[in-house]
């Protein structure tokens, strides 16, 4: 799996999420954006991340994280997850270039 760069920094993270507010995106093929790298943490339980050659691809990846595991999805990269048990507990966290655009608007907004 891939590594954040060094000079990226964790401008947003999201809610933790659960079977009952995991947005259905999340469940559904998407794609990181551009300049992005989503790192998936489990809080609780077991969660399965899948990584596809494209847009229409085949899986290429299948990684099961289990709690206190990580694993990161590079900028475009299309994926899905599916939550494994129960109470699985997950929280994304956003990774961009430290003097990037993303970040500045995203910490601008904090303010």
Same mark, same amino acid.
Request: glycine fraction near 4%.
């Given at each position: ?40 943490? =489990?809080?609780?339980? /077991? ?6 050659? &494209? ?6 990846? @299948? +990684? *099961? ?15 899905? =997850?599916?939550?494994? /048990? ?6 994304? &966290? ?6 990037? @655009? +993303? *970040? ?8």
């Amino acid at each position: 799996m891939s590594q954040i760069p060094n000079d990226f920094v964790n401008y947003k993270s999201s809610a933790i999420l659960t079977k009952d507010n995991v947005p259905k995106m999340f469940l559904h093929l998407h794609n990181t954006r551009a300049g992005v790298y989503g790192k998936i943490c =489990v809080l609780a339980g /077991t969660l399965k991340f899948y990584g596809f050659t &494209d847009r229409r691809g085949e899986v290429e990846k @299948e +990684i *099961v994280i289990h709690a206190n595991e990580s694993a990161i999805s590079p900028p475009q990269y299309w994926h899905k =997850v599916a939550l494994l /048990t129960e109470d699985t507990q997950f929280r994304v &966290d956003f990774y961009a270039q430290q003097d990037s @655009e +993303i *970040v500045k608007e995203n910490m601008s907004e904090r303010q």
